[in-house]
Protein backbone atom coordinates (compact mmCIF):
# COMPACT_ATOMS: atom_id res chain seq x y z
CA UNK A 1 0.00 0.00 0.00
CA UNK A 2 1.05 3.51 -0.85
CA UNK A 3 2.20 5.50 2.33
CA UNK A 4 0.87 8.94 2.83
CA UNK A 5 3.39 11.19 2.10
CA UNK A 6 3.45 9.45 -1.21
CA UNK A 7 -0.06 9.58 -1.45
CA UNK A 8 0.16 13.81 -0.63
CA UNK A 9 2.49 13.90 -3.92
CA UNK A 10 0.69 12.62 -6.18
CA UNK A 11 -2.27 14.76 -5.01
CA UNK A 12 -0.61 17.81 -4.79
CA UNK A 13 2.31 19.60 -6.80
CA UNK A 14 4.17 20.58 -3.27
CA UNK A 15 3.31 21.11 0.24
CA UNK A 16 1.95 24.83 -0.33
CA UNK A 17 -0.41 23.86 -2.46
CA UNK A 18 -1.87 21.40 0.02
CA UNK A 19 -1.49 23.97 3.20
CA UNK A 20 -3.64 26.21 0.43
CA UNK A 21 -5.89 23.76 -0.38
CA UNK A 22 -6.86 22.82 3.15
CA UNK A 23 -7.27 26.22 4.65
CA UNK A 24 -9.68 26.68 1.66
CA UNK A 25 -11.60 24.16 2.21
CA UNK A 26 -12.02 25.19 6.01
CA UNK A 27 -13.71 28.40 4.97
CA UNK A 28 -15.72 26.29 2.67
CA UNK A 29 -17.00 23.79 4.65
CA UNK A 30 -20.82 23.79 6.13
CA UNK A 31 -22.39 21.41 8.69
CA UNK A 32 -26.04 21.22 8.71
CA UNK A 33 -28.63 20.22 12.07
CA UNK A 34 -31.19 17.78 10.93
CA UNK A 35 -34.16 17.40 13.55
CA UNK A 36 -37.24 15.45 13.06
CA UNK A 37 -38.86 15.24 16.05
CA UNK A 38 -36.82 14.10 18.96
CA UNK A 39 -34.03 12.92 16.28
CA UNK A 40 -30.86 15.00 15.85
CA UNK A 41 -28.93 14.16 12.69
CA UNK A 42 -25.60 15.76 11.24
CA UNK A 43 -24.98 16.45 7.84
CA UNK A 44 -21.59 17.04 6.66
CA UNK A 45 -20.58 17.45 2.54
CA UNK A 46 -19.51 14.21 0.96
CA UNK A 47 -20.91 11.66 4.25
CA UNK A 48 -23.51 9.84 4.80
CA UNK A 49 -25.83 11.57 8.03
CA UNK A 50 -24.20 10.68 11.74
CA UNK A 51 -26.31 10.83 14.95
CA UNK A 52 -26.22 14.14 16.39
CA UNK A 53 -26.99 15.01 20.08
CA UNK A 54 -28.49 18.67 20.65
CA UNK A 55 -25.57 20.74 21.99
CA UNK A 56 -25.59 21.48 25.76
CA UNK A 57 -26.61 25.08 26.65
CA UNK A 58 -23.68 27.68 27.63
CA UNK A 59 -23.04 30.34 29.99
CA UNK A 60 -23.04 33.66 28.63
CA UNK A 61 -19.29 34.01 29.43
CA UNK A 62 -18.24 31.01 27.97
CA UNK A 63 -15.84 32.30 25.44
CA UNK A 64 -16.29 28.94 23.03
CA UNK A 65 -17.43 29.89 19.52
CA UNK A 66 -20.98 29.57 19.28
CA UNK A 67 -20.26 27.33 15.76
CA UNK A 68 -18.74 24.72 17.99
CA UNK A 69 -22.15 23.87 19.10
CA UNK A 70 -21.90 21.95 15.86
CA UNK A 71 -19.06 20.26 17.98
CA UNK A 72 -15.51 20.41 16.55
CA UNK A 73 -16.13 21.58 13.12
CA UNK A 74 -12.55 22.27 12.46
CA UNK A 75 -11.14 18.95 13.22
CA UNK A 76 -14.40 17.52 11.40
CA UNK A 77 -13.16 19.53 8.34
CA UNK A 78 -9.88 18.41 8.22
CA UNK A 79 -10.31 14.80 8.53
CA UNK A 80 -13.46 15.54 6.06
CA UNK A 81 -10.23 16.71 3.88
CA UNK A 82 -7.94 14.28 4.24
CA UNK A 83 -10.29 11.78 3.39
CA UNK A 84 -11.86 13.30 0.81
CA UNK A 85 -8.68 13.43 -0.95
CA UNK A 86 -6.45 10.76 0.05
CA UNK A 87 -7.05 6.98 -0.16
CA UNK A 88 -7.70 6.07 3.61
CA UNK A 89 -7.95 2.69 4.75
CA UNK A 90 -7.82 2.64 8.72
CA UNK A 91 -8.62 5.19 10.56
CA UNK A 92 -8.41 4.91 14.32
CA UNK A 93 -10.23 7.05 16.86
CA UNK A 94 -8.36 7.86 20.07
CA UNK A 95 -10.20 8.82 22.71
CA UNK A 96 -13.35 8.42 20.97
CA UNK A 97 -15.84 10.04 23.23
CA UNK A 98 -19.03 9.46 21.68
CA UNK A 99 -17.46 7.67 18.80
CA UNK A 100 -18.04 11.42 17.00
CA UNK A 101 -15.32 11.09 14.82
CA UNK A 102 -15.66 7.22 14.39
CA UNK A 103 -18.83 8.02 12.73
CA UNK A 104 -17.48 10.77 10.72
CA UNK A 105 -14.64 8.37 9.29
CA UNK A 106 -16.69 5.82 8.43
CA UNK A 107 -19.71 7.99 6.89
CA UNK A 108 -17.69 9.29 4.36
CA UNK A 109 -19.23 8.57 1.00
CA UNK A 110 -17.65 6.19 -1.60
CA UNK A 111 -15.16 5.34 1.53
CA UNK A 112 -14.78 1.67 2.88
CA UNK A 113 -12.16 2.09 5.56
CA UNK A 114 -12.01 0.26 8.36
CA UNK A 115 -12.42 2.50 11.86
CA UNK A 116 -10.96 1.40 14.78
CA UNK A 117 -12.46 3.52 17.71
CA UNK A 118 -10.57 3.23 21.60
CA UNK A 119 -12.55 4.95 24.26
CA UNK A 120 -11.56 3.88 27.92
CA UNK A 121 -14.72 4.41 29.36
CA UNK A 122 -17.11 1.57 29.76
CA UNK A 123 -19.94 3.83 30.04
CA UNK A 124 -18.28 5.46 27.11
CA UNK A 125 -18.01 2.54 25.49
CA UNK A 126 -20.84 0.85 25.71
CA UNK A 127 -22.82 4.08 24.50
CA UNK A 128 -20.59 3.79 21.08
CA UNK A 129 -21.53 0.28 20.52
CA UNK A 130 -24.91 1.64 20.78
CA UNK A 131 -24.99 4.36 18.77
CA UNK A 132 -22.63 2.80 15.78
CA UNK A 133 -25.78 -0.18 16.02
CA UNK A 134 -27.92 2.04 14.49
CA UNK A 135 -25.87 3.65 11.98
CA UNK A 136 -26.18 1.36 8.79
CA UNK A 137 -22.49 3.09 6.82
CA UNK A 138 -21.18 1.60 10.17
CA UNK A 139 -21.81 -2.13 10.55
CA UNK A 140 -18.96 -3.99 9.39
CA UNK A 141 -16.34 -1.48 9.26
CA UNK A 142 -16.34 0.35 13.11
CA UNK A 143 -14.89 -1.84 15.71
CA UNK A 144 -15.58 -0.36 19.32
CA UNK A 145 -12.74 -1.10 21.75
CA UNK A 146 -12.37 -0.51 25.59
CA UNK A 147 -9.02 0.13 25.63
CA UNK A 148 -6.63 2.78 26.38
CA UNK A 149 -3.36 3.72 24.43
CA UNK A 150 -0.04 4.12 26.68
CA UNK A 151 3.57 3.67 25.88
CA UNK A 152 3.63 0.05 25.94
CA UNK A 153 1.33 -2.83 26.30
CA UNK A 154 0.08 -4.20 29.55
CA UNK A 155 -2.93 -6.19 28.81
CA UNK A 156 -6.45 -5.99 29.99
CA UNK A 157 -5.66 -4.30 33.82
CA UNK A 158 -7.66 -2.16 36.04
CA UNK A 159 -6.94 1.71 35.63
CA UNK A 160 -8.89 5.04 36.74
CA UNK A 161 -10.06 7.66 35.18
CA UNK A 162 -12.00 11.10 35.37
CA UNK A 163 -14.28 12.33 32.67
CA UNK A 164 -11.25 13.53 30.75
CA UNK A 165 -7.97 12.47 32.55
CA UNK A 166 -6.67 8.76 32.46
CA UNK A 167 -4.61 7.01 35.25
CA UNK A 168 -2.69 3.62 35.49
CA UNK A 169 -2.05 4.25 38.89
CA UNK A 170 -4.92 5.48 41.72
CA UNK A 171 -4.63 9.15 42.04
CA UNK A 172 -4.44 11.18 45.61
CA UNK A 173 -7.23 13.13 45.25
CA UNK A 174 -5.05 16.49 44.77
CA UNK A 175 -3.81 14.82 41.53
CA UNK A 176 -6.80 13.96 39.81
CA UNK A 177 -9.21 17.10 41.29
CA UNK A 178 -8.84 20.43 39.16
CA UNK A 179 -7.64 23.79 39.72
CA UNK A 180 -10.41 25.83 41.09
CA UNK A 181 -10.55 28.30 38.29
CA UNK A 182 -10.69 24.91 35.27
CA UNK A 183 -13.71 22.87 37.23
CA UNK A 184 -15.74 26.87 36.75
CA UNK A 185 -14.54 27.07 33.35
CA UNK A 186 -16.03 23.93 32.33
CA UNK A 187 -18.95 24.44 34.79
CA UNK A 188 -19.87 27.32 32.75
CA UNK A 189 -19.81 25.01 29.96
CA UNK A 190 -22.21 22.01 31.58
CA UNK A 191 -19.91 19.49 32.71
CA UNK A 192 -20.35 18.93 36.04
CA UNK A 193 -18.51 15.48 36.73
CA UNK A 194 -14.58 16.05 35.36
CA UNK A 195 -13.87 15.33 38.89
CA UNK A 196 -14.98 12.20 39.88
CA UNK A 197 -12.80 9.00 39.90
CA UNK A 198 -13.76 6.07 38.53
CA UNK A 199 -12.29 2.42 38.17
CA UNK A 200 -12.63 0.16 35.39
CA UNK A 201 -10.99 -3.03 33.74
CA UNK A 202 -10.22 -2.15 30.23
CA UNK A 203 -7.03 -3.16 27.68
CA UNK A 204 -3.96 -1.27 28.26
CA UNK A 205 -2.08 -1.12 24.74
CA UNK A 206 0.08 1.13 22.29
CA UNK A 207 -0.32 2.27 18.93
CA UNK A 208 2.98 0.36 18.25
CA UNK A 209 1.62 -2.91 19.85
CA UNK A 210 -1.80 -2.66 18.26
CA UNK A 211 -0.37 -2.01 15.00
CA UNK A 212 1.67 -5.07 14.92
CA UNK A 213 -1.37 -7.08 15.26
CA UNK A 214 -4.07 -4.96 13.36
CA UNK A 215 -2.36 -3.39 10.61
CA UNK A 216 -0.94 0.44 10.67
CA UNK A 217 -3.28 3.03 10.51
CA UNK A 218 -3.25 6.02 7.89
CA UNK A 219 -5.22 8.37 10.08
CA UNK A 220 -4.98 8.65 13.53
CA UNK A 221 -7.78 11.23 15.52
CA UNK A 222 -5.93 11.69 18.71
CA UNK A 223 -7.92 13.53 21.70
CA UNK A 224 -7.08 12.50 25.06
CA UNK A 225 -6.54 15.87 27.37
CA UNK A 226 -2.65 15.17 27.97
CA UNK A 227 -1.94 11.56 27.74
CA UNK A 228 -0.53 12.12 24.68
CA UNK A 229 2.60 12.40 26.63
CA UNK A 230 2.05 8.35 27.10
CA UNK A 231 0.83 7.97 23.94
CA UNK A 232 3.00 9.28 21.61
CA UNK A 233 6.13 7.85 22.83
CA UNK A 234 4.18 4.41 22.58
CA UNK A 235 3.89 5.33 18.77
CA UNK A 236 7.02 5.97 17.38
CA UNK A 237 7.74 2.97 15.76
CA UNK A 238 4.64 3.31 13.58
CA UNK A 239 5.63 7.15 13.26
CA UNK A 240 8.55 6.69 11.35
CA UNK A 241 8.02 3.47 9.59
CA UNK A 242 4.34 4.10 8.48
CA UNK A 243 3.92 7.96 9.21
CA UNK A 244 0.21 8.53 9.08
CA UNK A 245 -1.57 11.53 9.26
CA UNK A 246 -2.17 12.28 12.70
CA UNK A 247 -4.69 14.94 13.71
CA UNK A 248 -4.18 15.94 17.82
CA UNK A 249 -4.48 17.89 19.99
CA UNK A 250 -1.46 19.07 22.20
CA UNK A 251 -2.29 20.46 25.51
CA UNK A 252 -0.27 23.00 27.63
CA UNK A 253 2.70 21.99 29.68
CA UNK A 254 0.67 22.05 32.57
CA UNK A 255 -1.36 19.22 31.61
CA UNK A 256 1.35 17.32 30.32
CA UNK A 257 3.95 17.98 33.92
CA UNK A 258 2.44 15.25 35.58
CA UNK A 259 3.52 12.53 33.09
CA UNK A 260 7.18 14.35 32.72
CA UNK A 261 6.46 15.67 29.15
CA UNK A 262 6.67 19.37 27.54
CA UNK A 263 5.23 20.71 23.99
CA UNK A 264 8.22 20.88 22.97
CA UNK A 265 9.47 17.32 23.97
CA UNK A 266 6.55 16.04 22.39
CA UNK A 267 6.47 17.67 19.06
CA UNK A 268 10.25 17.19 18.74
CA UNK A 269 9.78 13.14 18.62
CA UNK A 270 7.20 13.73 15.81
CA UNK A 271 9.60 15.70 13.91
CA UNK A 272 12.40 13.53 14.66
CA UNK A 273 10.10 11.04 13.26
CA UNK A 274 10.04 12.69 9.84
CA UNK A 275 7.15 14.61 9.81
CA UNK A 276 5.93 18.00 8.77
CA UNK A 277 3.40 20.24 10.66
CA UNK A 278 0.71 22.54 10.40
CA UNK A 279 -1.72 24.22 12.99
CA UNK A 280 -5.14 26.33 13.14
CA UNK A 281 -5.22 29.71 14.33
CA UNK A 282 -8.72 28.62 15.94
CA UNK A 283 -9.81 24.95 16.56
CA UNK A 284 -13.24 25.93 17.00
CA UNK A 285 -14.52 27.81 14.24
CA UNK A 286 -14.20 27.03 10.42
CA UNK A 287 -14.11 30.88 9.29
CA UNK A 288 -11.44 31.84 11.43
CA UNK A 289 -8.61 28.52 10.97
CA UNK A 290 -6.19 29.95 9.31
CA UNK A 291 -3.60 26.87 8.48
CA UNK A 292 -0.36 28.16 9.63
CA UNK A 293 3.00 25.60 9.01
CA UNK A 294 4.61 24.63 12.15
CA UNK A 295 8.54 23.69 12.14
CA UNK A 296 10.91 23.04 15.37
CA UNK A 297 10.95 26.70 16.19
CA UNK A 298 7.60 27.90 15.76
CA UNK A 299 5.76 29.82 18.58
CA UNK A 300 2.86 27.14 18.12
CA UNK A 301 5.83 24.55 19.53
CA UNK A 302 6.64 27.06 22.78
CA UNK A 303 3.07 28.93 23.27
CA UNK A 304 0.91 27.54 26.09
CA UNK A 305 -2.43 27.08 25.07
CA UNK A 306 -4.52 23.84 23.44
CA UNK A 307 -3.95 24.04 20.08
CA UNK A 308 -5.25 20.93 17.08
CA UNK A 309 -1.83 19.95 14.93
CA UNK A 310 -1.81 17.78 12.05
CA UNK A 311 0.88 16.05 11.08
CA UNK A 312 2.21 14.56 7.52
Known amino acids: MEQPTQRILAAFSDEDQFLHELDAYLHQFTMQRQVSGSVHRLK ?3 HDSIAFWPPKKRSAFSRVAPSSDLYEAVTTAAMSFLLDRFR ?4 WDIGAYSGYFSMVAASKTGSTSTVHAFEMDPRRSKNIGLTLAGEPYA ?3 VQNHLAGMSDHEEGERTVWHTRNDFYETKPTEKEFQESVWRRLKFRMRGMHDRNILHEAKVLVTSIDSFAERHGAPDLIKLDVDGYEA ?3 PGALRTFREKRPFL ?3 LHKSERLARLGATRQGLMKMLF ?3 YRAATFSDHHDCTKAKVERVTPDSPAVHREKTDLFLLY
Not at 88 to 91: G, K, S
Open 247 to 249: LFE
Open 272 to 274: DCG
Open 230 to 232: KVI
Open 88 to 91: IDNV
Open 44 to 46: IPG
Open 139 to 141: QGR
